[in-house]
């Protein structure tokens, strides 16, 4: 029978580069005040032994615990996965949030947490006790949700909020939605487009109000009337359905979704109509997700940075220590504009 392969320790690591134990667990957990030239050593004698440093024993050596807890809404996530709809918002923050805690000898674990529960509390306390993570990322809606801001800044754990500007503790971070509409808008006015329609998202998330208070800026600014332009969607493809004929039949020349759903709901509406995009109806998306790219035709479509945004957030709490100052300051990152075919100057 083979002989197991004994593993490597920080002990193997620490006789290698001939210093301290303590040294070598300086170096792992990338802790100041130790000297280059110490730290070339230890980090060469990790690569050559392939030293592996465990959580386990990284957490038994320290108060942190090396793990990232991100919250994103069940009901949504599992609805998303289940209909196959092409959305992508958890493999973006998967993307950009793994990448950086691996950068830093972090993990990150995914937990969904109901919106409208009225266990919210009890749920997200046994999953503290259970993880106690050094951080916890919050999506919309949770990243507004005062009860769940409350407990985490109660038991004392680093928050980073996306998509939320409201008061209160953790780092804020926003995709600049306004300023994501306001560029779909201009660039429809740009086209020549004067009666824009925009369906807005769900109330429930702060960031549904930027868009349409950046659609509406970038009208004012081009002097055009928003009068009768603006559907009250929810995300679902359903309430796409609802809104575009009703901006249609006020005379939308084009159209700003506030998500892929309600967009692929308007190209399936100008369809039904025997209506060209972009020749009758130009359209515009927000999240540039698979299934607009892949549209006929593909649309045009604002691109937001998740994973850019979620590795922002990750860094600020991993730095929480030495960045109690951008705590007041909001964190923008910033959206494009991908044109594609599905935007055309209106007909004369």
Not at 264 to 286: K, N, Q, Y
Request: hydrophobic share 45%; net charge negative.
């Amino acid at each position: 029978m083979a002989r197991r392969k004994q593993a490597v320790t920080i002990k193997h690591v620490a006789a290698d580069a001939g210093v301290s134990l303590q040294t070598v667990s300086r170096v792992i957990n990338k802790e100041p005040n130790v000297r280059p030239e110490m730290m070339a050593r230890v980090q060469e004698s990790i690569a050559k032994l392939g030293y592996v440093p465990s959580i386990a024993a990284q957490r038994m050596s320290g108060s942190r615990s090396y793990l990232i807890m991100a919250l994103n809404d069940r009901e949504r996530t599992i609805e998303g996965w289940k209909s196959r709809e092409g959305t992508d918002w958890v493999d973006q923050m998967l993307l950009g949030g793994m990448l950086t805690c691996a950068e830093h000898g972090y993990r990150l674990i995914v937990e969904l947490v109901d919106t409208h529960s009225d266990h919210i509390e009890r749920e997200l306390s046994a999953a503290i006790a259970a993880l106690q993570p050094d951080g916890v990322l919050l999506t919309p809606p949770h990243s507004a949700n005062p009860e769940i801001i409350a407990l985490l800044d109660a038991a004392g754990i680093e928050m980073a909020r996306i998509g939320s500007l409201t008061p209160g503790p953790g780092f804020r971070l926003t995709m600049g939605d306004d300023l994501a509409a306001a560029m779909a808008t201009r660039h429809l006015i740009e086209l020549g487009h004067t009666r824009i329609g925009f369906i807005a998202g769900s109330l429930e998330y702060e960031l549904s109000g930027w868009r349409v208070d950046g659609w509406r800026a970038a009208m004012n600014e081009a002097g055009l009337s928003t009068e009768g332009m603006l559907g009250q969607g929810d995300f679902s493809i359903e309430s796409g359905r609802i809104c575009a004929p009703q901006l249609i039949d006020a005379g939308a020349t084009a159209i700003i979704a506030s998500n892929d759903q309600m967009a692929m709901a308007t190209l399936e509406v100008a369809r039904a109509r025997r209506l060209s995009v972009p020749g009758d109806l130009s359209i515009v998306s927000f999240d540039d997700t698979p299934v607009v790219r892949f549209a006929h035709p593909p649309l045009t479509a604002i691109e937001q940075p998740i994973a850019a945004v979620t590795a922002r957030a990750v860094e600020l709490i991993i730095g929480a220590r030495s960045c109690r100052a951008a705590l007041d300051t909001p964190v923008v990152v910033t959206p494009s504009l991908t044109v594609r075919e599905s935007t055309a100057p209106p007909r004369s």
